[in-house]
């Protein structure tokens, strides 16, 4: 089955990919959860525009990612979360919190499927959180749990 990707899929591509899978798990897992879609002379087209998307927001290169790596690592992530007395969190800190919350200490856009953590935050304290710039660039990037007062 010959499919064109919608978003980043370990192990097959990028958005924009034009790829070839078993019918059952393009079918039944890719095209449902909105990862890929049908591959047509139509959607051939629609290819050139998901790639321009994905260009304007991809880091450019190895340069770019290094530079960006030093932007993060420079940054202090300060989040505030309603916690109990034990200092467990009432909920938890997701990856689009921890992207939000980067954005807002002045550092740069990042898209939380990048962002790689071990499991949601749900505790007070420093935490840390790596983010995938690019396939030979990682940042570490500490993140600090207060609670609100």
């Known amino acids: 089955m010959k499919l ?22 393009g079918r039944n897992y890719l095209v449902p959860r909105g990862l890929a879609m049908a591959w047509t002379k ?3 087209k629609q290819v050139a525009t998901i790639k321009r998307a994905r260009d304007s927001r991809e880091i450019r290169d190895l340069g770019h990612a290094k530079e960006i790596r030093g932007q993060l690592q420079s940054l202090t992530v300060r ?8 200092g467990r969190l009432f909920g938890s800190i997701t990856a689009a919190d921890v992207a939000d919350a980067v954005k807002a200490a002045g550092g740069p856009q990042l898209d939380r499927r990048r962002i790689q953590m071990p499991g ?16 030979e660039v990682t940042a570490t990037i500490p993140v600090e749990v207060v609670s609100a007062k």
């Open 4 to 25: 064109i990707l919608t978003q980043e899929v370990g192990g097959l591509g990028s958005p924009g990919d034009v790829i070839e899978v078993k019918d059952g798990y």
């Open 42 to 44: 139509g959607g051939e």
């Open 79 to 86: 989040m505030i979360a309603r916690a109990g007395a034990g």
């Open 120 to 135: 949601h935050i749900k505790s007070l304290g420093s935490h840390s959180v790596s983010v995938a710039l690019h396939p």
